[in-house]
């Protein structure tokens, strides 16, 4: 009998390690992950890096219960994520886990509606309006400043 709930033990702390298995970035690494993301434009970047600190401090396990946020982004289930949400056909709970490659393409998903709606798609989220609107978007990509440098 010891055996068996030692045994049951070990399983449910093996699940709970699969189930937590999350990451708190540093603003300089999730910048890096961001701008070697396709879709997302690259003036974007700090802008980005400005609305996670606040809604998340970059860590992927952040999860809002009350208002029903996920991840590093804070995606609300309402519409995005599931259940209930559909938009973005992919389950919350992969959105508090350490890859946030699927956070990222849901979170342009989110950008391009409320693009379409407001006019300025980070206006989705708190933490921009809040925090974040007098972060401008570069000029140039990155990228072409980079090439600048080098001439
Ligand atoms: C970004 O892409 C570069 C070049 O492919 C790669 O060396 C680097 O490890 C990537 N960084 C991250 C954080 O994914
Ligand atoms: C990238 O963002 C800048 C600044 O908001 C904007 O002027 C530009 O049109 C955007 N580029 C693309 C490809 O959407
Ligand atoms: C943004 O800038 C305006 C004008 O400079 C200022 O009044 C406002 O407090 C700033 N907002 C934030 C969130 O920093």
């Known amino acids: 009998m010891i055996k068996f709930f030692f045994l049951l033990g070990l399983c449910c702390c093996c699940c709970l390690l699969v189930e937590v298995r999350s990451k708190v970035f540093s603003p300089e690494e999730f910048g890096e ?19 996670v600190k ?7 396990a952040a999860h809002n219960t009350k208002s029903g946020d996920h991840g590093i982004f804070q995606i ?16 919350c709970v992969s959105l508090r886990d350490d890859d946030i490659t699927d956070d990222i393409e849901c979170a342009l998903s989110v950008y391009d509606e409320h693009e379409r709606i407001s006019g300025n798609g980070f206006r989705a989220w708190h933490g921009y309006t809040k925090h974040c609107m007098n972060v401008t978007a570069a000029e140039e990509p990155e990228l072409d400043l980079k090439e600048n440098e080098t001439i």
């Not at 690259?42 to 980005?48: K, L």
């Not at 606040?54 to 992927?60: G, N, R």
């Open 76 to 91: 609300n289930e309402k519409w995005w994520c599931s259940p209930p949400g559909k938009y973005c056909q992919v389950a």
């Open 33 to 51: 992950v961001m701008r070697n993301a396709s879709g997302v434009n690259a003036s974007h970047i700090e802008i980005w890096k400005c609305l």
């Open 54 to 60: 606040w809604e998340s401090s970059f860590d992927t």
